[in-house]
């Protein structure tokens, strides 16, 4: 059966960084594109950007342009989001989310990794 | 992107049909029929219950149906039950080859 695991929760002060994983099975890795969504507490889900884990090929939402990376790593079915200047707006649960072979949705979902910035 | 616009909220009595609607623009609902909605339980991850407008999941109850018409996307829940109750969002495809949800709907059953 398919499965996304996220990494665990985290804390990271204003101006760090935070890379999350989300470790795919239960299929082949490269056939699926990688969404990753947030969503802040109390708040609405929100796009961030989609990885081709073929090719490595990445497409962001605007707002997140120069502050996101996505990767992966073919050799363990990993998809990586790390999101740099961090301020207290980046609070939210970070979900990776397959994409339903290209229409655009998805069918499956990691079960979230909290981020916390804080002083 | 701004995002697609949703009513904030939706109430209806078991066994009622209710419609929660989408509003997007010709960027992105109307133009594209890649639109999707989700099912979202407090403290759970979303769950898809329509795609390609009108295309359900196997597993999704036939009691929810997806429609478009121009720019606006509607989800249908007939026959409605108390475990219908959830928050629900759209999604759909934009010309600049992004994607971008609407604000959600809180479903109310009373």
Redesign the interface.
């Known amino acids: 059966q398919v499965q996304l695991v996220q990494s665990a929760a985290e804390v990271k002060k204003p101006g760090a960084s935070v890379k999350v994983s989300c470790k795919s099975s239960g299929y082949t890795f490269t056939n699926y594109h990688m969404h990753w969504v947030r969503q802040a507490p109390g708040q609405g889900l929100e796009w961030m950007g989609i990885i081709n884990p073929d090719n490595g090929g990445t497409r962001f939402a605007q707002r997140f342009r120069g502050r996101v990376t996505m990767t992966r790593d073919t050799s363990t079915s990993t998809d990586y989001m790390e999101l740099h200047s961090l301020t207290s707006d980046d609070t939210a649960i970070y979900y990776c989310a397959r994409d339903k072979s290209g229409n655009w949705c998805v069918d499956y979902w990691g079960q979230g990794s909290l981020v916390t910035v804080s002083s | 992107?701004s995002?697609l616009t949703q009513p904030a909220s939706v109430s209806g009595s078991p066994g009622q049909t209710i419609t929660i609607t989408c509003s997007g623009t010709n960027s992105d609902v109307g133009n594209?029929n890649?639109v999707?909605w989700?099912q979202?339980d407090p403290g759970k991850?979303?769950?898809?219950m329509i795609?390609?407008v009108t295309k359900r999941?196997s597993g999704v109850s036939n009691r929810f149906s997806g429609s478009k018409s121009g720019n606006t996307a509607s989800l249908t829940i007939s026959g409605l039950q108390a475990d219908d109750e959830a928050d629900y969002?759209c999604?759909?495809?934009t010309t600049?080859?992004?994607?971008?949800?609407?604000?959600?709907t809180k479903l109310t059953v009373l």
Do not use: C, E
């Open positions: 992107q995002a594209y890649y999707s989700y979202q991850a979303p769950k898809l795609y390609y999941p969002y999604s759909s495809y600049s080859d992004r994607w971008v949800f609407g604000g959600g």
